[in-house]
């Protein structure tokens, strides 16, 4: 297995969903946003989304684009991205994922991104903008640099399509719990629990939710039948608004809710 794979699987062993946690990269400044990082993998978070901040923003709701605005306008630059990624697993075991727009991919290049990515310590790229079908260039790097590659399913995603994402992805899928941008929502979509089956029927061994969780109750809602919860925006508001000691707080609150008081979810 993948070390995101062995995260999830560590996780279910536990008794637990996993805790995947994203920031941006650079907000409110380089150093801080590394020591976010950390502070998610020392509080409960299973594994990291590192995001690049990037001009056009199309997944992204106001308290994230707010928060890589003003990355952006403090400097920063995609070799930031490694930087703090060298860093981050120089401090933590737990794998860092990169969550990019492929534009910034696509202008450094897809071998050398990946190269970069490897040596650095990541652990692989989830691509919210790009389909497997028109992603063959990032399927060969990934298969030559052993990083994952985590493909996103929407609950408008056909059955063809999500036999495309299945067979291409590694890691787990990313499952989008409702159309729309990221944001903190008092209820999550019944449509994620459907698409979770719908996915485990096309074969997917690893299903995560996100796009709106932002309660521990979320969390322990999503890992009744999911494998993990993705949660960005209330961490991104909690760094914002307390500092890498008010985002641990927010962090434990969170993670409180991954504890499985069930069985496990069930596969076909």
């Not at 560590?10 to 590394?34: E, H």
């Not at 976010?36 to 590192?50: P, T």
């Not at 990624?85 to 897809?110: F, S």
Request: charged share 20%; net charge negative; proline share 4%.
């Amino acid at each position: 297995m993948s070390r995101v794979e062995d995260a999830i699987a560590r996780a279910a062993a536990d008794g637990r969903g996993a805790f995947i946690g994203y920031l941006p990269v650079g907000f409110p400044d380089l150093q801080t946003s590394i020591d976010a990082a950390v502070a998610l993998a020392e509080n409960g978070v299973d594994i990291i989304e590192l995001g690049p901040p990037y001009s056009d923003p199309v997944m992204d709701g106001p308290i994230i684009q707010e928060a890589t605005n003003a990355a952006l306008e403090a400097g920063f630059r995609t070799e930031h991205l490694f930087t703090a990624l060298r860093e981050i697993t120089a401090r933590t075991d737990v794998p860092v994922l990169v969550m990019t727009y492929w534009n910034l991919v696509v202008q450094r290049g897809v071998d050398r991104y990946a190269d970069e990515v490897r040596a650095a310590g990541g652990a692989g790229l989830i691509t919210p903008d790009i389909t497997p079908d028109a992603a063959a260039d990032w399927i060969a790097a990934s298969e030559r640099t052993g990083l994952d590659r985590v493909f996103l399913a929407a609950p408008t995603s056909t059955d063809d399509r999500l036999d495309l994402i299945v067979g291409a992805t590694t890691g787990f899928v990313y499952t989008v719990s409702t159309m729309g941008i990221t944001g903190e929502r008092a209820e999550l979509d019944k449509a994620a629990r459907a698409l979770v089956g719908r996915l485990r029927a096309h074969g997917a061994a690893r299903a995560c939710v996100g796009i709106g969780v932002s309660s521990a109750e979320h969390i322990a809602s999503i890992v009744e039948y999911a494998d993990g919860a993705i949660v960005g925006t209330a961490l991104v508001r909690a760094l914002r608004d307390g500092g890498v000691e008010g985002l641990a707080a927010k962090t434990r609150e969170l993670a409180a809710g991954t504890v499985r008081h069930g069985a496990a979810p069930e596969r076909n």
